[in-house]
C-alpha cells in the first residue's frame, strides 16, 4: 500500500507541473483575438430558391454566349513607385517623411552590404572561400522591406537577403563566420556559404531548396497568430521559386487559412539563367494573387520607399486582418547567379549596364538624399574608406579563426546523441587518430 | 540493464525515498517515461485485451517484466478502444494538455477518413482542428513552420502512399532544420501521422508501407505500433519527442481488435523494441500489422516443428534497437525479419547488414528476409504478394535445416 500512495504523490507531483506549463501557455492565449473570416465570401451560402448557379465551389451569373476568360483580363498590374530615377517624390503624399537618421541608416545599411558583397565575392575568387551570392541591385527590397517590420516579425528567406539580416543588426563577423564555415560560425560549419541564421534575430536559417519556406511560413504565421502577440511572418522568394509546387501550397494555405503573412517576391528577371518569359505565362507573380482570393501588388523593389510603404502597409492589414499579403518587387539581378555561374553566356553587358549605372537602388536614395543636402560627395568618400575598413578588418579576423570541432559534426542529428552515432563518432575518431597525416587536424578546434 | 533485480530495486525505492526522487529513478531507466505506472494494481497482458490482477503474482510479474516496456497501466482509469480510438484517445489528451497543438489535414475537421479525429473539432475549437487544402507537400510544410515557431504540430497524411508529394519537406527540410541550423531552430515538435501498409483491397496506392524510404534520413523518427495501446503510448512520445516524427498507423488494425487502453496520457519509450515472446532457436523482428503474423508463426513453429522463436516488435524504425535485436540474435543464432515492403531496399536489408556485422559468429543459419516482393502492391494478387504465415513458416524449417 505504501508503494501505491507513493505512487499516487508522484503522479500527483507529475501533473502539478503538466498543469502548471498548461496554465502559463493558457495565459499566454487568454487574449487571443477572435478568428474572424475577413477575406471576401467568394462562395455563396446554398440557395436553392435562386435562379443562379449553386455549384458548392464557385458563385456568379450564368451566362448564354461562349467565352473563354483572356489571360490577360488581370494583366498589366501597375507597378507603385514613391520615387522616380533621379530620387525625386513623385506624389508627396506617398512620401514615408522618414527623418533623416532613418534615410541615413537605410542609405549605409544598403552600401554595407554592396561593400561585403565586393569583398566576398573577390575572395570567392581567390579561393579564399568556396562559394559567394552577390545581392547587387536588390538591395531597395532587402532594407525598405525589412525597415518596414517589427523586429520580432519572424522571417523565412530563400538565401539573397542578406539585406534584412543586416538591418536587423547580424554583425559583419557573424557574416564572415557563416562564410568562412569557421568556429564563430552561428550555424555550427554545417551549411554553405550565405546560410545565415539567427534566434536572436528572428531570422529563420537559410535552406537551398527553393521554396520550401513559402509552406513554412504559412504555418509559423498561423501559429502566431493563435499566440496573438502583434506578430508576422514575412517570407521572401524569387520569381523562379514561385514556380515550385511549395509556392501553390504556400499561398493556397495562407489564404484558406487565414494567416497574418507577406509573401514577398523578389522578381529580379532571371533564376539562374532562365528569363521571366520562360518562366511564367501571366501578369509575373502578382497576377497570381487574386487567383487565391489574396491582396497583391507591385511595387518598383528599386524604389526603397515604395518597398518600405508597401511592406508597412502589408504588415499592418496582415496582423489586423489576419489575412495574407503578396507584394512583388521588381528589380533586377546586376550580380550573377552566384560564384558558379557566368551570366555573360545568357544575357547582354547593356542591360546589365542599364540597371547598374541608370537604376540601381543605392544611387536613388542617394539623388534623394543628395537633393536634401543630406548627403555629400565627401560622406560619401568617407563613408566608402570605412566601410570597406570595417568589412576588410571583419574578413581578418574570420579568415584567420579556426574551424569548428569535428565533434560538431554529429551533434544536432537528434536533439539527443543516439547510440549508432556515438558509435560512428568513437569510430571517426580512432579511425582519425590512426590516420592523423592524412586529415587537417590542425585548422580546426579542438 | 533489464533484470528483474533492477526493477525489484526500483520498486523498493519507490517505497522508500521521496516521490520526487523514484521518478527520477523510473525515468533514468525508462529513458523517457512521464508517467508512472502503478505497479501494483494491474499488469497488462500486451497481446491481449485482458487485463489481470497482478498483486498476487508479483513474483511472476517480476520475473517477466523485462520482456514488456510498459511496467504496468498509468494509474486511472482504462476504456475499451480499439486502434483509431486510442489515436483518437491520444490527440485528446495532447489538445487538452497543450493549448499550443493544432491537428490539420485532408478531411480531419470531420473526424477524417479514418475517424481518428472524430470530436476534437468541436472540444477544442475550430482553429486547432482543421482541414487544410489538398496537398501533401503544403500539409508537412505548414507543419514544420508550426512547429518552427514554437507550437505543438500534429499532421495527417491521408495515406501514406500519399506521403511523397511532401518526401522534398520532410526529407531535405524537417530532418535537417536543427542541424543545419546549429541547433537554432528545429521542428521537433512536428508529428506526421499516416494510415500504413496493406488492407486487402488497397491495391497499389492504398497499401504502401514507405518507412524505408524515410530510414534512410537521419534526423527522422518513425515509429509504427502493432495495437491500440503501444499506439497511444507511442503517439504521446512521438508528440512529446523533440525531434520530427512520422507515425505510421496500420490501417488494417484501426478496427481489428479492442485493447483496455488508459484514459490518462501516457508514453512508451521511442527506439526501443519489446520482447513479445521470448525463445531460444529463432529470433522473429518485425513492426506494425506484420508482428502479428509472426506471433501466429511462432506457435506454428511451436507446434508443428518445436522450434522456440523469440518475437520482437521493433515498433521504431529510426534510430532502431540494435541492442536488443543483437542481443537476442546472439541468443538465437537465426533472424528472420518480415515486413511487406519490396524485399530490395527495404528495412530488413538494414537490419540484416547491421546483424550480421555484429553477430556474425553467432549465426546458425543465413538471416532470411520475407518481404513483400519486388512489385508494386498488386491489387488482386494480394494473397500471393505478402508475406503471409505460411512463407515466413518455410523461411524458419530452412534456417532451422541449414
Known amino acids: ?446 | 540493464m533489464r533484470s528483474s533485480w533492477q526493477y525489484s530495486n526500483i520498486i523498493q525505492q519507490l517505497t522508500t525515498i521521496n516521490p520526487y526522487k523514484s521518478h527520477i529513478c523510473c525515468c533514468l531507466y525508462r529513458q523517457k517515461v512521464e508517467f508512472n505506472y502503478s505497479i501494483c494494481a494491474f499488469l497488462f497482458c500486451r497481446n491481449t485485451t485482458k487485463i489481470q490482477p497482478a498483486g498476487s503474482q508479483l513474483a511472476r510479474v517480476l520475473s517477466i517484466l523485462h520482456f514488456f516496456n510498459l511496467i504496468g497501466s498509468p494509474k486511472g482509469p482504462t476504456q475499451k478502444m480499439n486502434l483509431f480510438q486510442s489515436i483518437t484517445s491520444a490527440l485528446d489528451n495532447t489538445l487538452a494538455s497543450d493549448p499550443t497543438a493544432v491537428i490539420f489535414g485532408e478531411d480531419v475537421a470531420f473526424g477524417g477518413v479514418f475517424r481518428c479525429t472524430v470530436g476534437l473539432r468541436d472540444k477544442y475549437g475550430k482553429d486547432r482542428v482543421f482541414n487544410t487544402p489538398l496537398c501533401e507537400q503544403g500539409i508537412v510544410g505548414f507543419g514544420i513552420g508550426v512547429a518552427v515557431a514554437g507550437a505543438t504540430a500534429i499532421a495527417e497524411i491521408q495515406f501514406a502512399d500519399y506521403i511523397f508529394p511532401a518526401f522534398d519537406q520532410i526529407v531535405n527540410e524537417a530532418a535537417k532544420y536543427r542541424y543545419r541550423s546549429g541547433n537554432l531552430f528545429d521542428c521537433g515538435n512536428l508529428t506526421i501521422r499516416a494510415p500504413w501498409g496493406c488492407v486487402g483491397h488497397g491495391a497499389l496506392y492504398h497499401s504502401q508501407s514507405p518507412e524505408a524510404f524515410f530510414a534512410h534520413c537521419p534526423g527522422l523518427k518513425i515509429v509504427i505500433p502493432r495495437g491500440p495501446i503501444q499506439a497511444k503510448g507511442l503517439l504521446l512520445s512521438c508528440i512529446a519527442d523533440k525531434n520530427p516524427c512520422i507515425f505510421f498507423e496500420p490501417k488494417i488494425l484501426y478496427r481489428a481488435a479492442v485493447e483496455q487502453v488508459p484514459e490518462e496520457p501516457y508514453t512508451i519509450p521511442l527506439s526501443q523494441a519489446e520482447i513479445l515472446q521470448e525463445g531460444s532457436d529463432v529470433t522473429l523482428v518485425s513492426w506494425g500489422t506484420q508482428i502479428h503474423v509472426l506471433k501466429e508463426v511462432a506457435s506454428m513453429a511451436q507446434e508443428k516443428l518445436g522450434v522456440s522463436c523469440e518475437v520482437i516488435d521493433l515498433q521504431t524504425i529510426l534510430p532502431w534497437d540494435i541492442e536488443t535485436v543483437c542481443k537476442s540474435v546472439v541468443k538465437t543464432g537465426r533472424l528472420l525479419i518480415s515486413h511487406e515492403a519490396p524485399v530490395t531496399g527495404g528495412f530488413a536489408a538494414e537490419i540484416s547488414s547491421t546483424v550480421q556485422e555484429e553477430c556474425f559468429l553467432n549465426l546458425e543459419a543465413p538471416i532470411s528476409r520475407v518481404c513483400g516482393y519486388d512489385t508494386p502492391f498488386p491489387h488482386i494478387f494480394e494473397p500471393f504478394y505478402t508475406p503471409d504465415k505460411w512463407k515466413c513458416f518455410e523461411a524458419i524449417k530452412k534456417m532451422i535445416n541449414y
Request: charged share 25%.
Open chain 1, 1 to 446: 500500500m505504501a508503494a501505491v500512495s507513493s505512487m499516487s504523490k508522484m503522479y500527483g507531483l507529475c501533473f502539478h507541473a503538466v498543469r502548471q506549463t498548461a496554465g502559463l501557455k493558457a495565459s499566454r492565449l487568454l487574449q487571443r483575438r477572435g478568428f474572424r473570416v475577413t477575406v471576401v465570401q467568394l462562395q455563396q451560402p446554398f440557395d436553392s430558391s435562386l435562379e443562379k448557379p449553386q455549384f458548392p465551389g464557385a458563385s456568379a451569373e450564368f451566362v448564354d454566349q461562349l467565352e473563354f476568360i483572356q489571360p490577360n483580363v488581370i494583366s498589366g498590374i501597375p507597378v507603385y513607385r514613391v520615387m522616380d530615377r533621379q530620387g525625386n517624390i513623385i506624389n508627396p503624399s506617398q512620401d514615408p517623411q522618414l527623418s533623416k537618421e532613418t534615410v541615413l541608416n537605410f542609405y549605409q545599411k544598403m552600401t554595407l552590404l554592396n561593400t561585403m558583397d565586393r569583398i566576398l565575392y573577390e575572395s570567392q575568387r581567390q579561393g579564399r572561400i568556396s562559394f559567394y551570392m552577390t545581392n547587387y541591385g536588390e538591395e531597395g527590397t532587402h532594407i525598405g522591406s525589412a525597415a518596414a517590420l517589427d523586429p520580432n516579425d519572424l522571417v523565412f528567406g530563400q538565401y539573397r537577403e542578406a539585406g534584412v539580416l543586416m538591418y536587423r543588426g547580424f554583425p559583419l563577423d557573424h557574416f564572415m563566420a557563416q562564410c568562412y564555415a569557421n568556429a564563430d560560425d552561428l550555424g555550427k560549419g554545417r551549411q554553405m556559404p550565405v546560410h545565415y541564421g539567427s534566434k536572436d534575430l528572428n531570422f529563420v536559417t537559410i535552406s537551398s531548396p527553393l521554396a520550401t519556406q513559402i509552406p513554412q511560413a504559412a504555418g509559423a504565421a498561423y501559429a502566431v497568430k493563435r499566440e496573438n502577440i502583434n506578430r508576422a511572418v514575412i517570407c521572401y522568394f524569387g520569381e523562379g521559386a514561385a514556380s515550385e509546387g511549395d509556392a501553390h501550397a504556400g499561398f493556397n494555405f495562407s489564404a484558406t487559412l487565414e494567416c497574418p503573412l507577406i509573401f514577398f517576391c523578389r522578381n529580379n528577371g532571371y533564376a539562374i539563367s532562365t528569363p521571366t518569359n520562360e518562366q511564367y505565362r501571366g501578369d509575373g507573380i502578382a497576377a497570381r494573387g487574386p487567383g487565391y482570393g489574396m491582396l497583391s501588388i507591385r511595387v518598383d523593389g528599386n524604389d526603397v520607399f515604395a518597398v518600405y510603404n508597401a511592406t508597412k502597409e502589408a504588415r499592418r492589414r496582415a496582423v489586423a486582418e489576419n489575412q495574407p499579403f503578396l507584394i512583388e518587387a521588381m528589380t533586377y539581378r546586376i550580380g550573377h547567379h552566384s560564384t558558379s555561374d557566368d551570366s555573360s553566356a545568357y544575357r547582354s553587358v547593356d542591360e546589365v549596364n542599364y540597371w547598374d549605372k541608370q537604376d540601381h537602388p543605392i544611387s536613388r536614395l542617394r539623388h534623394y538624399m543628395t537633393a536634401r543636402g543630406w548627403w555629400s560627395e565627401d560622406d560619401e568618400r568617407s563613408w566608402r574608406k570605412q566601410s570597406r575598413k570595417t568589412v576588410m578588418e571583419a574578413f581578418e579576423r574570420a579568415e584567420r579563426r579556426l574551424k569548428p570541432n569535428p565533434e560538431l559534426l554529429f551533434t544536432d542529428v537528434y536533439q539527443e546523441m543516439t547510440p549508432s552515432l556515438n558509435k560512428q563518432r568513437e569510430s571517426l575518431w580512432r579511425h582519425v587518430q590512426q590516420y592523423k597525416e592524412h586529415y587537417p587536424l590542425d585548422l580546426y578546434e579542438k
